[in-house]
């Protein structure tokens, strides 16, 4: 029995049985299982031959990347040609794209690298199309956006968002706050700060087993799933921000418009009519994260027209020096920051500082 076997026997299983109290620690074996499966089935085994397919194999430049995932004829195509500029052959057939096309948007200062990928199809996750070669890209991605036809979204939403967890890449979700380290002996010491609704220590134990984990601490620190805990287990799951674009609202009335517009996470647009992309370039903007740093030479005015872009999670001037070159840090005294991060304007740091976006900094060498 091959390995798709042996998934689609444990997904039918777990559909057959009732989800209750009774169940969860069975479900918990199962689940732990499949993900298992799923993982033989992302990575090859050693000594697999073949390569990724061509095409796949981008170079990851700018400041950021950003995925177009989508069903085939949805229009990826056509948004990269107008946001970028670059030649994406387009068509009125299905599968025109067969390999990954890159684009690069100019938008803030910031370089932002746009990957028009092949259409996916149901089923990719288990290797059906180019699928597998095109959700791998994916988890390289800073920000992934979901290209949707208005016309039936919700369908292919759903099957896109089922491929891409498949292949452990969660949309719009935070790591869940679970600690879990191995340790030689001593067992499974299972602890919490919250009280949880959906673990206890006979599933938690029966989900490490599957691992042939038998001494680890697990604190939750959340009302964390068994879901959650299998993804912290197998630690290799992307955590990745997304926006649903849904193209061609020329093609539907104005009253579902307003309906679609309502939903988190959503971006109407009309690719071939050039309708609401600036609003799409923000939003891109917002999720992507980034901040612009200005750099001031001594005695000079800032130099405003190539700011040093970089993720606004946390960015301090230790990460602001090493973003210019490695060997800045050595050298570095303080530096003068004016800005909204800064108190009073300038402010001298130290390396910690946080920055703030549009922030200007001046570095006093030794």
């Not at 031959?49 to 949805?74: C, N, Q, Y």
């Not at 602890?191 to 206890?200: A, E, G, K, R, Y």
């Not at 700011?307 to 490695?326: Q, S, W, Y």
Request: charged share 25%.
């Amino acid at each position: 029995m091959n390995i798709l076997q042996k998934i689609k026997e444990i997904e039918e299983e777990m559909d057959r049985t009732q989800k209750n109290k009774a169940t969860s620690y069975h479900l918990g074996i199962l689940k732990a299982k499949l993900a298992k499966l799923r993982r033989e089935l992302i990575t090859p085994s050693k000594g697999a031959g073949g390569g990724t397919g061509e095409g796949f194999d981008v170079t990851k430049t700018g400041d950021a990347r950003v995925g177009l995932i989508g069903f085939p004829s949805v229009g990826k195509s056509t948004l990269l040609n107008k946001l970028t500029g670059t030649f994406s052959e387009v068509a009125s057939y299905e599968f025109t794209t067969l390999t990954c096309v890159p684009g690069v948007i100019y938008y803030k200062g910031a370089k932002i690298q746009l990957l028009d990928l092949p259409g996916i199809i149901e089923g990719a996750k288990d290797g059906k199309g180019r699928g597998k070669q095109v959700i791998a890209v994916g988890r390289t991605c800073s920000l992934i956006l979901i290209v949707l036809d208005a016309i039936k979204p919700v369908t292919h939403k759903l099957i896109i968002e089922k491929e891409l967890e498949g292949f452990g890449i969660r949309l719009n979700k935070q790591p869940p706050n679970i600690y879990f380290k191995k340790k030689d002996k001593g067992g499974i010491n299972f602890t919490h700060t919250v009280q949880p609704t959906n673990l206890d220590l006979d599933t938690v134990k029966a989900v490490l087993g599957e691992y042939k984990i038998h001494n680890a601490d697990v604190c939750l620190r959340c009302d964390a799933t068994v879901d959650e805990l299998i993804d912290v287990v197998e630690g290799n799951r992307a955590y990745i921000p997304c926006l649903y674009v849904l193209n061609k609202i020329d093609q539907i009335s104005m009253e579902e418009v307003e309906v679609l517009d309502r939903l988190p996470h959503n971006v109407l647009i009309s690719a071939h009519l050039l309708w609401n992309l600036d609003e799409l370039l923000e939003r891109m903007w917002e999720y992507l994260n980034l901040i612009r740093i200005y750099t001031k030479p001594k005695g000079q005015i800032p130099d405003y027209k190539s700011p040093i872009v970089m993720r606004g999670t946390n960015a301090t001037l230790e990460d602001f020096c090493n973003r210019i070159h490695k060997g800045i840090l050595k050298q570095f005294k303080y530096a003068m920051v004016w800005g909204a991060s800064a108190k009073h304007n300038p402010q001298r740091c130290g390396k910690e500082h946080a920055l703030a976006d549009e922030d200007i900094v001046q570095i006093i060498k030794r």
